[in-house]
């Protein structure tokens, strides 16, 4: 919390927030129950942002800013890098990851369109890259398809690093300057889950994600 009376233009000073950082909350060999809570308040971290229409993020998702406390609450600290979206345009991305969601072919597309990723004047095979778009975002989305997911499986992990190895391929494709921190949101939270691995429910994530979309179509 901000202490408006004890800061200045140049001095922010929040109050303390206890707990340990993810390696020591692991190294005290937590039971599963208790990873599992934890995964559940990092997932719904992101996706209660998204349902309450904050065009705002904490965009700096990696374990050193949270905090795995003894009350069983999960603390979030170092709001250094915050991104305010534009809200069309993360209105779209919100409705892009739908569209993977429900495999909306044509949807995706236009989405990618819409972000600047899909350039028909590009000299990059735009086919081709619309494809892989299409199957890597159908992969990632793999834990919206289902009501729970075990982000500890470990070819999921595999998978994904597959995935993202072949991406680079296509590092040279030019996109609005606000998509990277699309990306850092979503394989930040991934991350920090496979670190984690617990098994969580999905299902409202998906639910957030598809009344947004909807909202946005509507």
Known sequence: QWLPELSSERVLTMTYVGGVHLGEFLAGQPDQQRIDHFGQLLWDFIHDQVERGIYSFHADIHPGNFLFRD????????????KEFPRDFLDTCVYMLAAHVEDDADAIRSCYREVGILDERSSEPQDELYAFLREFGRFVLTPYTSDCFDFGDPEFRRQLNEYIRASMQWRDIRASKHFIFVNRLLFGLYALLMQLKPRISTRRGRDILLAASYRRAG
């Open 71 to 82: 009350d069983d609450r999960l603390g979030i600290i170092d709001f250094g890098c915050i």
